[in-house]
């Protein structure tokens, strides 16, 4: 076992729904910070101090969210963002971007790149604490369902395929979240912030027309030619899933 690999650290009895996080930092300090807070608050804990080592452990234990730092070493906080999306074991897992930058443009690429929540350091403990069980909550529904669908729409959660009546539909994660909050509310109609917050997380630096980029490209792929658009614009409102 390498000294870096501090998994399944029990500050009390463990309770067997104990979520376990994924520690993903490079400092000491900040390491120790979480660790403790984490611990404390209930959770199980695992540590991977560099990219690869993070994009093991997630494949392998399937944490229940991960605290991801942006600077890292050997791979940065965005490719192995990119690359948990990727892997089937981890692409639903809740991500919270750790950084100590705070520009608009970075945390739009952290959550483009599919992280569900981003936080600029320094950060509270009850903060963190806070979006920790945010995310952790907003994913929990979506899993009780495996198989989504609407009309000729079919969402499998577990194989994170789409389909439309025969056709496959290729959809980046962040299209993918948005059609799965679509599917788990067929009509209702939602405002851009509601979006926002269902999809994105509580990321209130994010403008709003951020979720009209994502729908239009949501549309793309799920419209073919012939096929009628099921996304419907709300003027004023926002957009809903609905019959044409
Ligand atoms: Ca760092």
Redesign the pocket.
Known sequence: MSDSFEALQMPYAPAEESPLVLIV???EAIITLLDYNLRNAGYLTAIARDGEEAVDLARSLEPNAILL????PLRSGLEVCRQMRRAPETSEVPIIMLTARGEEQDKLRGLDTGADDYLTKPFSPQELLARLRAVIRRTQPARLKEVLTFDTIVMDQSSHRVTRGDRLVELAPTEFRLLRHFLQYPGRVFSREQLLDAVWGREKDIETRTVDVHIRRLRKSLNDADESNVIRTVREVGYALDHP
Request: no cysteine; hydrophobic share 45%.
């Open positions: 930092e490079d400092e730092d942006w600077m890292l």
